[in-house]
């Protein structure tokens, strides 16, 4: 299955290393909003398109039992950052994407490995069997699919803090523009 690229996130579809480059001694990882219909989603009563959040497991190093994005680091057998998006995305959920709409504001974070630039992404994916997402248990430990009426009880609700809320919140609006 080949992967639609729109043109606003064709930028990120050059060689690897020349967006290293830019980042020298910062790992490049990627963020992944997964917007779905909801259709597939039941109970939807507000009937409003859907972003996947991901739970890390209580066994991770860095952000146990917190809510975000699916996504992680490039990896050498990734070409470009559209290549670790769509393999990050197969690796935590098990969904196939179809299309990268588009790019929105990421940020800089540090872990116990080091410093970290994330570039967010807004994908479809492939939901001929549905939107259901199968985990790897030894990252994440259960999954929520959260629309505009969620953002303002981000942290509450789902323990999304920080950058994290800030990101899940921006794609939302970007969700909601398409």
């Not at 935590?92 to 970290?116: C, Q, R, S």
């Amino acid at each position: 299955m080949s992967v639609k690229i729109s043109p606003f996130a064709s930028a990120f579809a050059v060689p690897l290393g020349s967006l290293q480059a830019q980042y020298p001694s910062k790992r490049l990882v990627v963020g992944v909003a997964i917007a779905t219909s909801s259709s597939l989603l039941t109970p939807n009563p507000t009937n409003s398109k859907k972003l996947l959040i991901v739970r890390r497991a209580a066994s991770e190093s860095d952000f146990a039992g917190l809510y975000e994005l699916p996504g992680g680091g490039s990896e050498p057998e990734d070409s470009n950052l559209i290549d670790t998006v769509v393999r990050e995305t197969i690796e935590e959920t098990g969904l196939k994407i179809t299309e990268v709409l588009g790019t929105f504001e990421g940020f800089e974070y540090e872990t116990k490995g080091g410093k970290n630039v994330q570039f967010n992404f807004l994908v479809k994916v492939d939901e001929g069997k549905g939107a259901a997402a199968k985990l790897n248990p030894e990252e994440h430990d259960t999954y929520a699919w959260v629309g505009p009426e969620d953002a303002d009880t981000l942290q509450e609700k789902w323990g999304l803090s920080g950058a994290m809320e800030v990101c899940v919140k921006d794609a939302l609006k970007v969700l909601e523009s398409i």
